[in-house]
């Protein structure tokens, strides 16, 4: 089991950034594939990226190519989403999630049943 909280949320303009923490505590958070996806009112859930254990390997939606980045840190549990050049349609309730096994060897990892752990989510709304 392992525990994902999201935070680093908030109001920000267009053309402006963010970055969004998710912590994790409970299991070997260092072997966990962690991705991050997004959900506007009355949308599905949406993925945005996705990073393997290691950091080594990293898949982003084409809508934030080039604006977002990921990074993780093992060492202290977190994993980080660096959010540049926001555009009002990034306004969303943005998750975390989790799953132990190898994102190399996944085709599914962009959609949300492939994450069994999830974070209850932070708001990020870009106002034009």
């Known amino acids: 089991q392992v525990q994902l909280t999201e935070s680093g949320g908030g109001l920000v303009q267009a053309g402006g950034s963010l970055r969004l923490s998710c912590a994790a505590s409970g299991r070997t958070f260092s072997r966990f594939a962690v991705g991050w996806f997004r959900q506007a009112p009355g949308k599905e859930r949406e993925f945005v990226v996705t990073?393997?254990?290691?950091?080594?390997?990293?898949y982003f939606a084409d809508s934030v190519k080039g604006r977002f980045t990921i990074s993780r840190d093992n060492t202290k549990n977190l994993v980080y989403l660096q959010m540049n050049s926001l555009k009002p349609e990034d306004t969303a309730v943005y998750y975390c999630a989790a799953d132990l096994t190898d994102l190399t060897r996944a085709s599914n990892w962009h959609q949300p049943s492939y994450y069994p752990y999830w974070g209850q989510g932070t708001q990020v709304t870009v106002s034009s």
């Open positions: 990073v393997s254990w290691s950091g080594g390997r990293t």
